[in-house]
C-alpha cells in the first residue's frame, strides 16, 4: 500500500474530465461539467465538487464531495449544513489498498455529518468507514438508502 495517500482537489477541465471515462460511474454530473466548459462558463481554477488521488500520473480514486445548506437538513441534529458524498469509486487494480478509506477520512476531516447514497453491494465498505443506515422515510428518502456518519455532538433527526 503506498505510505500517504493524497487527497486533492480535481480540476475541473479536459483532462480530468478524460480521467473521469475510466471510471464506471461516469454520468450526468462530468456531462454537465462538459457542457460548461464547451461554453467556457466554467475556468481552469472553478470551485471543482471533485476530489482525488493519483498513483503516479493517473487518477485512481474519486469522489464528489457537495456541502449541503443547514436549510435543507432533514437527517441530523441539531440542523447543520453538511457534507453529501457522490461517486466514491476506486479502479478496479487499485481497491483494496486504502485508496477508499483515505478519501472517506478526507471528508470526515471537515467534522461535519456526511450522508451518502452507496452503490449495491457496497454496504460492507461503508459500515467499517462508522456509516449507518439513516432511519428510512418514505418522503424524504425517495427510494434511496442512505447511509449518515455523525461527527461528535450530531445525532440522527427522529423521523
Known sequence: MPTKLKVQPLLVNY?????FKRFK??????LAMLEDLESNIVENDSESPFFGIY????LVARM???????????YFNPPQDYL????????????????????????KNFKMPIKTNPRVKSATFWEKMGFSHANYDMERD????????????VEEREV
Open 55 to 58: 498513483f503516479g500520473n493517473a
Open 25 to 30: 460511474e461516469y454520468g450526468h454530473q462530468e
Open 64 to 74: 464528489s464531495l457537495y456541502k449541503v445548506s443547514k436549510k435543507y437538513d432533514h
Open 84 to 107: 453529501e458524498l457522490w461517486k466514491l469509486e476506486v479502479l478496479p487494480d487499485y481497491q483494496g489498498q486504502g485508496y477508499g478509506k483515505a478519501l472517506v477520512d478526507f471528508a
Open 142 to 153: 425517495l427510494g434511496e438508502n442512505p447511509l449518515i456518519w455523525l461527527p461528535s455532538g
Open 15 to 19: 483532462k480530468t474530465l478524460e480521467e
